[in-house]
Structure formats: C-alpha cells, structure tokens
C-alpha cells in the first residue's frame, strides 16, 4: 500500500511540473483554485467569535459645556489651599467629569433656579448659627447681559465650594472639638465631598438638601428659636437655674435675659449638637457635666433623672461618647498609683500601717495578699504592689459600678458619701462620676438588656458575690456632655454655669482667635489618670468628725 502511494504522489508531481513548464513556454494560464482549508477539530467546535465590538459614538459636548475654563480653575495649584480645600476641589472635579463640565447653578444668562435656591439658603447661614460672611458666594449681574464663559466658570466653582464648605460647618466643623480642650473627645462626622456636592446636584430641592445637613435633634431646633429670638431682641422666659459663681459657690436665682441667655451662650451650645452622633440611640445613658445629672432615655422620652458627682475644675470628667457593657455589683476598688505614693507609702515607710486599716486597704503581690510589716517600704517600688479595697459599706465605689471601656478610664459608680449629692455644685470628684440612686440604674438597664426583674438587681446588690461582674448583651450607649443651656418641654430656658471653661474654649474657637485659645490650651492643665478621688483624705465626709485632723489620725506613728 505504501508504494501505491508513493507512485501516485509521483505521478502527481510529474504532472504538475510539466503543466509549469508548459505555462513558461507560452502555454494559457491558469487559475487554480483556492487552498482547501486544513481541518482542526477544536476550529470546527468552538463557539462562533462575538462581532468586534464597536466604539460608541463621543457624547455630543452641550453647548453650554465650561470644559476647559472649569477644569482649568480646579487644576489650578494654589500653596495656601488646606487639605480641606483641596478634597473639595477634587470634589468638583470629578462632579463635572461625569456631567462633560456642564454647569449646575449657572446659565449664561445668570443663576440657575438650582443655583438661586443655594445661594439664597447659604446667604441665611446665620439664621442657623453659622456665619455667612464665611462662604464666598457670586455677584452676578441680574438679566443686564449674557456672561461669558469665563465669568459663568468662576461664579459655577465658587458656588460649589461654598456648598461644601457649608455642609462641612454644618456638621461641625469650623473648630476640631479636640483642638479646644485636652479634656473634649467628640470626633466629627463629616460628609464625605463628593456624596454632598452629587447630593445638592441632583437634588430637587438643594436649599432643602442643605437645610437637613443641620442637626435634627429636638434640642438643637429649640435652641436654634430661641437664639433668633435674642437676636431680635425679644425676652426669653427661663426657669430657675444654679448659677455658679466665680468663687465655686451655687445659689437659685431668676436669670434675666439680657443677663444669661447671650446669643454667644446658645451658638456654643447649638455647636456643640452638631458634634454629637447623628443617632444617640434608641436606649441610652446621658450625663450632663454642667447639670450635674444623669438621664436614661428610651425611645427619645426621659424615662429616669438624677443628681451626679462630677469631676472638680482640675480633675475634669471628659467630654466624649461610648458604649456601656457591664454592670459590676460589689466591686473591687484598686487604689491608683498615685494615691498608693502620695498616700500610702509614706505611713508605711514609717512603719505604720494605720492608713490601711482607717480605709480598710490591702496590700498583694504575685497575686497574694501579703502582711506589709514584711515589706521595707522606703526602698520597695510601691508600682509593683496592689493596693485594693474589698467590697463592702466603706468602699469606695458602693455597691455597685457600671463600665463603659474607654481611653480615659472613667466610668460611673455607687459612692457611700451620700451628702455630697445634697451640693448644688457637684464637682468632687477625679473624673469618674457618681450616681445617687444607682440601684434604679441598674434596674433600667438590666431589664432592658436581660429581662431582669428589679427583685434579681436587689438580690445581687443585698446578698451576692463579690465583684459579681454582669455583662450586657447589647451595648448601651453613654454620652458624656457639656451643655450649658437647655430648653425644657414648657420653652422655658435652663442655663448652668461653664465649671470647666468649655464655653469660653468653645467661642474662641468659633471665632477662629486661634491665639486666645492657644494660650489657653497652654495654660490648660494635662487631663489626669480619672478615678473616683485622688487622695484618700476625699473619702472623708465633709462635716464629719474625722474632717479636721484626718492627715494626724491616717499617718501618725
């Protein structure tokens, strides 16, 4: 078979190159037909090619297109531009990227209707504590003549900065809370500039749009009224409040309008809504420094109120929000390291261990209680012992303590110094806060988180173990305040005084005098270690009979 074909191979090839040689001589030529194909199998199976695919037609550019004049201005590199500045030009950037730089807020003939509604809303800042002077809006000439490109490109860019500069003060931020005090920890919550300007573009109605940017806690549109009110010089009706003087001393009196309720007072305090979280919480915890008083709220009604020990001027509870997740009945209380050096160590090192007996201290190491005679106390590193006080009547923390972890350690607890909550200035304290009736407390949040019935809260305060440590299921939220002026159901206006000079800060800082207010942070004292005392001699009862020579009795030999 192999020389078959090997012969008509042959004879093929023969052939073809007489019919060659015979086209060389002059012979007619030929056409010889195409190629055949070579056969693959996997050609023949595959899936036809998808057509190639076809570029779409550009956009058609509208006329009233500013692409190189916008472009041009937002690309424009300016040294004295702040991050800020910068992320909002980057912001309409992109913005007028997606629309092939068509203008938004201006028409060749003036203002848009969009652009008219902004800029009459951003021209009423003021009527929501803002100031309008802040935000650089167009002069345009009103339907005398058509603008150039030039013209309309210049007045399209200010707009759209001035609404992104507005949303940032409307949410806060014209002064960074933690650049005003060391002791105020509210973290803003700024909008993101490309999802407000997108917003305003494609809203129906951007005054409105801007409008919501505002806070829309109850309080703040209460006080936002009663501020128009003082600036039209109308009376503001108020309840009694504490007034504390310059001395530290409280008394009840009538504040007279011209005299308490300055518009300066309710801005500070309008701001001060704007850095708090856009939802407190469907169920939480609210204490206000100034008032000296805890609230629990559910559902936006106060469902509990009551007094509060705060921190003294120089030991200040901070200013922040968090989340509470235990309740602690019959806690331990663990002397700090600065009381354990200023307090303790010194009688021990004498060779007296009286102060750990008048306030019922122990002493561990490694984890075991130990006898201090067996310790030379003048050269020990008095940071490697633990210094603690067991449950029971005189502890410091009372029966029971809630927690809310957070950087500054303070946290809210019982006290058996009940007098002090007969103060009208509660400031006693190292930071942390102590609660009258925290009993009650422990029944709101336990039944709302665990279903406890106030007989098991009473059980585990009267009979059960110690540092009997419940943690919640759900978080609850704290928020720890500083507000100084409050508006009540009735429209009356409740002012309490600035113990810390938050408000002062707060003004300043409004203002931009960012010289007062750094020398004031200079002068401001570093936020201490919080606890509930910083030295023993405040676990004495004001008025009692240890009060005077307290120091001779602790430490005397």
């Not at 559902?299 to 509990?304: A, L, P, R, S």
């Not at 009940?418 to 029944?443: D, I, T, W, Y």
């Not at 002012?495 to 810390?500: E, K, Q, R, S, V």
Request: neutral net charge.
């Amino acid at each position: 078979m192999l020389l078959s074909r090997m012969l008509v191979v042959s004879a093929v090839t023969m052939a073809v190159a007489g019919l060659c040689a015979w086209a060389s001589e002059g012979g007619p030529s030929l056409t010889f037909p195409p190629a055949l194909p070579v056969f693959d199998s996997q050609v023949e199976n595959a899936e036809p090619a998808p057509p190639a695919a076809v570029a779409p037609p550009p956009a058609q550019a509208s006329p009233n297109a500013l692409a190189p004049e916008i472009g041009d201005r937002l690309a424009a590199s300016d040294g004295n531009l702040t991050a800020a500045d910068r992320e909002d030009r980057a912001a309409l950037a992109k913005l007028y990227e997606a629309r092939q730089h068509e203008p938004v807020w201006v028409a060749a003939s003036g203002l848009s209707p969009a652009g008219r509604a902004v800029v009459a809303e951003i021209a009423r800042a003021n009527d929501w504590g803002l100031d309008a002077a802040a935000f650089r809006l167009p002069s345009l000439p009103a339907g005398e003549r058509e603008l150039g490109r030039t013209e309309r490109a210049d007045a399209e860019i200010a707009i759209g900065l001035a609404i992104l500069k507005y949303a940032r003060h409307a949410r806060g931020g014209r002064a960074l809370p933690t650049s005003l005090s060391r002791n105020i920890d509210r973290q803003l919550s700024l909008l993101e500039p490309g999802r407000v300007i997108e917003a305003a573009a494609k809203a129906e109605k951007p005054d409105a749009y801007l409008r919501s940017l505002h806070p829309r806690h109850p309080q703040f549109e209460r006080l936002r009224q009663k501020y128009l009110a003082v600036k039209r010089g109308q009376p503001i009706l108020t309840a009694d409040t504490e007034a504390v003087a310059e001395d530290g001393k409280a008394g009840r009196r009538k504040t007279a309008a011209s005299e308490g309720a300055s518009a300066q007072k309710l801005l500070v305090n309008m701001e001060q809504w704007r850095w708090m979280p856009d939802d407190l919480g469907d169920l939480y915890v609210w204490v206000n420094v100034p008032e000296f008083m805890i609230r629990v709220v559910r559902g936006g009604k106060v469902i509990h109120t009551e007094r509060v020990v705060v921190g003294k001027p120089d030991t200040q509870t901070p200013i922040f929000s968090d989340e509470m997740e235990q309740v602690i009945f019959h806690p331990f209380w663990g002397v700090p390291d600065s009381i354990k050096k200023a307090d303790i160590q010194p009688s021990l090192a004498r060779g007296s261990s009286r102060v750990l007996e008048r306030y019922n201290l122990r002493i561990q190491y490694n984890g075991k209680d130990i006898d201090p005679q067996g310790v030379d106390w003048a050269t020990a590193d008095m940071r490697k012992f633990h210094v603690y006080q067991p449950p029971g009547g005189e502890n410091l923390l009372g029966v029971v303590k809630f927690r809310f972890p957070n950087k500054h350690d303070v946290y809210m607890h019982d006290t058996p110094q009940k007098n002090l909550f007969n103060a009208g200035v509660r400031a006693f304290s190292h930071g942390c806060m102590r609660v009258r009736e925290p009993q009650r407390l422990a029944e709101l949040l336990l039944a709302a988180d665990q279903a406890w019935p106030a007989s098991r809260v009473a059980a585990a305060i009267n009979g059960g173990p110690q540092n009997n440590q419940i943690n919640l299921r759900q978080k609850i939220p704290v928020h720890i305040t500083y507000f100084t002026a409050a508006v009540e159901e009735d429209g009356k206006l409740r002012l309490f005084g600035d113990i810390y000079g938050h408000e002062r800060r707060i003004a300043l800082g409004l203002e931009g005098k960012t010289q007062l207010l750094a020398q004031l942070l200079k002068e401001e004292k570093a936020p201490v270690s919080a606890e509930p005392i910083g030295h023993l001699a405040e676990t004495t009862n004001p008025g009692s009979r240890f009060k005077k020579d307290w120091v001779r009795r602790a430490f005397e030999n």
